[in-house]
């Protein structure tokens, strides 16, 4: 209907050029309504790779994003690919991740918050960028002047939009994309709600339904068929939407795991974890040949020869059992080393696993190098990722860390911390 045409109208402008997707009044100097304040946008500070004095850091390579992209696109069946940069790209670094993958010909971005998205337009990133969590305080003009996307899904949302579009602060209408609730019970139109919201928006002419999305709870077992039923009712949902005359130009549901299972490749796909070359899956099945983009590295910072009998770090929580060499590291939970690795986990030295012993501390951690004969102050240590060196190549991965540390590679990799400065490589 009338609401849907102006809409793609809009997206292929948008497509063009994102950033003009929108044409504004020249009347800003006028504005003086709170909605249309000037908004200062929240930056947390990380450490530049110029201030690293410490050797820690973590590197990521550009290389293996693009790689990962390729190899996610050859599941997508034909999807456009809206990366999700969330969470500061997964903890590597949003801006310099968008960059790549935007060369790379990523179709679009998914951040979680509207910061974010800012932080990536402040980037100079052109193509369009999804904003997911929904949280619009009084930043609905912000977003619309910035050229991102809203993500919808109850209808004070869409009202914020639409009396902008009337107070004639901008053109609309307003390009959204709506979230329904298929069953991850988070966010999104629930099943019940969905009538009595498809009748309200489809006769507001502010605002036009250029997307539709769910997201799945479960698509990384590959035992549940939860997922069927998402996507069962997902089909309901436009069903729903084409009675009331709304034809979304982009559905989009699968995230890594889907687009691997092959299950909701609409017209977009949303893989995040894929990307950065972690395992979507719990089993932490790699499924396809992924390569971890991300390995994080700090050096041997002293060395100690230590009777059988000592007690190693806070608590005395290892007992050396023999004659042994301790090298203390310099990366601890403040840095994103689970504190859960505490005599579980291993470090590499020289291309071989050191166990941790004792409990790691805030910046520092303790591991056994006696049988790395020649182990130095100065040496290497990879906390995750590949090494090579006189021994061999190790390689930790993210799942690996999760493991111990009862959790999953996606919170592993968000956790390295602001202390740590990202370092960006070609291969
Ligand atoms: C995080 C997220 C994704 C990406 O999930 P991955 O498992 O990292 O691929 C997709 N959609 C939504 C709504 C998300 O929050």
Redesign the pocket.
């Known amino acids: 209907m009338r609401a849907s045409s102006s809409c793609s109208l809009l997206t292929q402008r948008g497509n063009d050029n994102p950033l003009e997707c929108v044409a504004f009044r020249a009347a800003l100097l006028s504005m003086t309504s709170d909605a249309l304040r000037e908004v200062r946008v929240l930056r947390p500070k990380r450490a530049a790779p110029a201030d690293a004095v410490r050797p820690t850091r973590a590197e990521v390579n550009l290389a293996a994003l693009r790689a990962n992209l390729r190899t996610v696109r050859g599941f997508a069946d034909g999807a456009a690919i809206w990366a ?1 940069l ?1 969470a500061d790209g997964y903890g590597h670094g949003a801006p310099a991740v968008a960059r790549t993958l935007e060369r790379a010909g990523v179709n679009g971005f ?1 951040v979680a918050l509207f910061e974010e998205g800012v932080e990536l337009r402040d980037a100079g990133i052109r193509v369009p960028i999804l904003v ?1 969590g929904g949280y619009y305080g009084g930043v609905h003009y912000e977003i619309v002047r910035r050229g991102l996307v809203p993500v919808v899904y109850d209808l004070a949302q869409v009202e914020g939009f639409a009396r902008l579009v009337r107070s004639g602060a901008i053109d609309g209408p307003v390009r959204v994309h709506l979230k329904v609730d298929t069953g991850m019970a988070r966010l999104g139109v629930t099943m019940r709600q969905l009538p009595q919201f498809v009748t309200a928006i489809a006769q507001m002419e502010e605002v036009c339904v250029e997307g539709l999305m769910s ?1 799945f709870a479960s698509a990384d077992e590959w035992g549940s068929d939860d997922t069927e039923r998402q996507l069962a009712l997902f089909d309901e949902v436009r069903l729903v939407l084409r009675h009331a005359g709304i034809v979304p130009a982009l559905c989009h549901v699968a ?3 889907g687009v691997f299972r092959k299950m909701g490749n609409m017209d977009a796909v ?5 990307l950065f070359g972690v395992s ?1 899956f719990a089993s932490g099945d790699a499924g396809p040949q992924l390569q971890q983009a991300m390995r994080v590295r700090t050096e041997v910072v002293a060395l100690r020869d230590v009777p059988a009998g000592e007690r190693i770090g806070y608590g005395g929580s290892y007992i050396t059992r023999r004659a042994s060499r301790i090298a203390t590291v310099a990366m601890g939970y403040a840095d994103g080393l689970p504190r859960l690795l505490s005599n579980r986990g291993d470090i590499l030295v020289r291309g071989r696993r050191s166990p941790i012993v004792g409990a790691v501390s805030m910046d520092m951690t303790m591991i056994d190098v006696t049988d790395i004969e020649g182990a130095s102050v100065r040496d290497e240590a990879v906390v995750m990722g590949a090494q090579e060196g006189e021994y061999g190549r190790g390689f930790i991965s993210a799942a690996e860390i999760a493991s111990h540390a009862g959790t999953v590679g ?1 919170e592993v990799l968000t956790s390295i911390s602001r202390r740590v400065p990202r370092f960006y490589r070609e291969p």
């Not at 949303?270 to 894929?274: E, T, W």
Request: a positive charge; one cysteine or more.
């Open positions: 999700v969330k998914c997911m997201h995230n890594s795991a949303r893989p995040g974890i894929a979507p996606y």
